[in-house]
């Protein structure tokens, strides 16, 4: 019987069946980790990190040696937020093997006591802290990583967005996990980021506590070739079909960026019925949709934002990729005051994440976000 499911995941956990490619870069972080190394995992944001990390958390070569633990502080703003954060991740993964391991947690966590609920039918306790409960957030943060040193198996703890923790108003965040890290010889850390400015100089810089804690691995986008065959396949065995140099045509917009193909290909699947063919069309329409859901979303984003900035984001979303910005023919070319005022605004665009910066070239970095600005001027509102 042909499956009917939209293969294109594009939120929550990836089933290996849809997860694609990436054996060169999941076989290295397996091995890396399985030999004692800690990793400094780099790519753009949405390339797929955390699904390339929940992929090898999920093979059997970590799954039935490690415990993993997995926490995103991309929204985390201090060191009490990043605790909690990994003290629900320690919980969540924890309870599942059962009542003495949780018992044993809950013992360590100290600092907690009492203040942990539990469950009235089952008697289980729950992880019910709210942030005020972690009163000294250094205090629990040595209790959780004591309880990891003394698990019955090696741990690992992946960090997505590790880069977040220089902007903590604490100055001491560095220098206190790489403390704790450096005593622990029975856990092995991956630290995600799609800022690699930031994460280069916490592991780059010789006067920063990481300095050459950690390998380096890059993601980059799938292979052109591998991405197509994927994405044919899997229209394939669901009885529907694409042209390959239509999944073409959307890998190159996009550059193959994993999230915005996905997405795009997502939407263009549930568009298509059993024995159709996908179109040029139907993408079209796949994509205004996207757009169109995001309106509100971007329309409140350039609400926010000083004339100056905005212009340059236009001129920089036209441009795709753009170049010595500050020059007199850039400058020109999309009516901007000034190279002063082209300074101010980058530093601005990229301080808020709107634009990313690669290989001296400047491009908007949510790129349905550029494709909506592009459509906007090109209807004039």
């Known amino acids: 019987m042909q499956k009917d499911d939209n293969p294109f995941i594009v939120t929550g956990h990836i089933q290996p069946q849809y997860f694609c490619d990436r054996q060169a870069e999941s076989g290295r972080l397996i091995k890396l980790l399985r030999n004692g190394n800690n990793v400094v995992l780099k790519s753009d944001r949405r390339m797929g990190k955390t699904g390339l990390i929940q992929y090898c958390f999920d093979k059997p070569e970590l799954s039935k ?66 942030l005020g409960d972690i009163e000294h957030p250094e205090y629990t943060l040595e209790e959780i990583f004591q309880y990891l040193q003394q698990a019955d198996r090696p741990c690992i703890v992946a960090i997505d967005e590790f880069q977040q923790i220089g902007r903590y108003p604490e100055k001491n965040i560095e220098a206190l996990l790489r403390g704790h890290i450096q005593k622990i010889d029975n856990c092995r850390f991956i630290f995600a980021g799609s800022e690699k400015h930031m994460l280069g100089r916490m ?66 699947f549930a568009s298509t019925l059993r024995g159709e063919q996908c179109t040029d069309d139907t993408i079209h329409l796949s994509l205004q949709a996207i757009l169109d859901g995001n309106d509100m979303f971007y329309r409140e984003t350039l609400s926010r934002m000083p004339l100056r900035q905005k212009t340059l984001l236009y001129a920089i979303a036209i441009d795709g990729k753009a170049s010595q910005i500050t020059s007199a023919a850039f400058i020109k070319r999309h009516k901007l005051t000034s190279a002063s005022s082209v300074q101010t605004a980058i530093k601005k ?23 909506w600005l592009i459509r906007l001027l090109a209807l004039g509102i």
Request: proline content about 2%.
């Open 203 to 268: 592991f780059d810089d010789g006067n920063r506590p990481f300095y050459k804690s950690a390998d380096s691995m890059g993601l980059e986008a799938i292979e052109r070739d591998v991405y197509i065959e994927f994405i044919c396949r899997m229209f394939d065995e669901r009885d529907r079909s694409i042209d390959k140099t239509l999944a073409e045509k959307v890998y190159d917009l996009f550059e193959g960026h994993t999230y915005y193909v996905q997405k795009t290909m997502n939407e263009a």
């Open 65 to 130: 040696e490690y415990y993993t633990f997995f926490i995103d502080i991309l929204h985390t703003t201090c060191l009490q937020e990043l605790v909690h954060e990994l003290g629900r991740a320690v919980y969540d993964q924890t309870v599942p093997h059962g009542k003495k391991i949780t018992q044993r947690l809950l013992k360590a966590l100290r600092s907690l006591s009492g203040k942990m609920g539990f469950d009235a039918n089952t008697g289980m306790p729950t992880f019910s802290l709210g």
């Open 349 to 371: 665009l990229r301080e808020d994440e709107l634009v990313v910066e690669e290989e001296k070239q400047y491009r908007v970095s949510d790129r349905f976000f550029a494709l």
